[in-house]
C-alpha cells in the first residue's frame, strides 16, 4: 500500500551563498560555511516556542519557485538574518527573458538580484523516503512583518524566490540533517534553481 506525505517536518536551514551560487558562507558573508550549525537561519526546533506553522511553495508562469514560511524563530540570530534580507540590493526591475536556439534562457523574474540563499525545506516522511525541495533563492524584503496580540506567540512570515544558477550546484550529504535524512545523499540543483526530491530518510 502506497504512503502518502503528512504534514511536514517544522524544520528548515537557510545558508547564505556567494553571488556565483557556487558556495556557502555563514550569515557574515565570509566565513564558509561546513556544517549545519553554520546556518544563516534554522525555522523550527524539536522542543521550545519556536515552531514552523505553516511552510507554501507555488510557482510562477516562468518556473520560478516561492517558498513562504509562517513561524515564530524570531531570536537575535534571526534579527541578524532578516537586516542581510533588509540590506540585500535587490533589483526593481524585472529583466527581459531570452531564449537562445537550444531553449537556453537568460533573463526573467526569476533572476532578479539579491543576495543569494540556499533553503532547504525539510518534508515529512512517507515511512520509507522524506520530501525534501533544495533551492537558490532570493528573499524577498516585504519579509518579517511582525504579529503581536494578547495571548498570541508573536509571529511571520519569509518569502523567498528561486533564482536561476548558472551551473548545477550540489547540495552536499553535510547540509541535509541526519536527524532527517540517511548519510550519504545529496541533491543536485539544476541550472533552473530548485529541486524537489525524495531522499531515504533517517535510520
Known amino acids: 500500500m502506497a504512503n502518502g506525505f503528512w504534514g511536514g517536518s517544522g524544520i528548515k536551514y537557510v545558508f547564505r551563498m556567494n553571488d556565483a551560487g557556487t558556495a556557502l558562507f555563514q550569515v ?19 522542543s521550545g516556542d519556536f515552531i514552523v506553522e ?20 524570531i531570536d537575535a540570530g534571526y534579527l541578524t538574518f532578516e537586516e542581510v534580507v533588509k540590506a540585500s540590493t ?9 531564449i537562445d536556439e537550444t531553449g537556453r534562457k537568460i533573463g526573467g523574474s526569476a533572476n532578479a538580484g539579491g543576495t543569494k540563499w540556499l533553503i532547504v525545506n525539510v518534508g515529512a516522511s512517507n515511512g520509507t523516503k522524506r520530501y525534501v525541495t533544495c533551492a537558490v533563492m532570493t528573499a524577498k524584503k516585504s519579509s518579517g512583518g511582525l504579529s503581536m496580540k494578547a495571548g498570541d ?39 533552473d534553481g530548485w529541486k524537489r526530491s525524495l531522499l531515504n530518510k533517517e535510520a
Open 28 to 46: 557574515d558573508g565570509t566565513t564558509a560555511a561546513t556544517t549545519l550549525a553554520h546556518a544563516s537561519m534554522k525555522y523550527g526546533a524539536t
Open 54 to 73: 505553516s511552510t507554501d511553495e507555488s510557482f510562477d508562469e516562468n518556473g520560478a519557485l516561492t517558498f513562504k514560511v509562517s513561524h515564530t524563530c
Open 90 to 98: 535587490t533589483s526593481s526591475v524585472t529583466k527581459n527573458e531570452k
Open 153 to 191: 506567540i508573536m509571529s511571520t512570515t519569509d518569502e523567498f524566490t528561486s533564482t536561476k544558477i548558472d551551473a548545477a550546484y550540489t547540495v552536499a550529504d553535510a547540509m541535509l540533517d541526519d536527524a532527517y535524512f540517511a548519510t550519504s545523499q545529496t541533491v543536485i540543483i539544476p541550472t
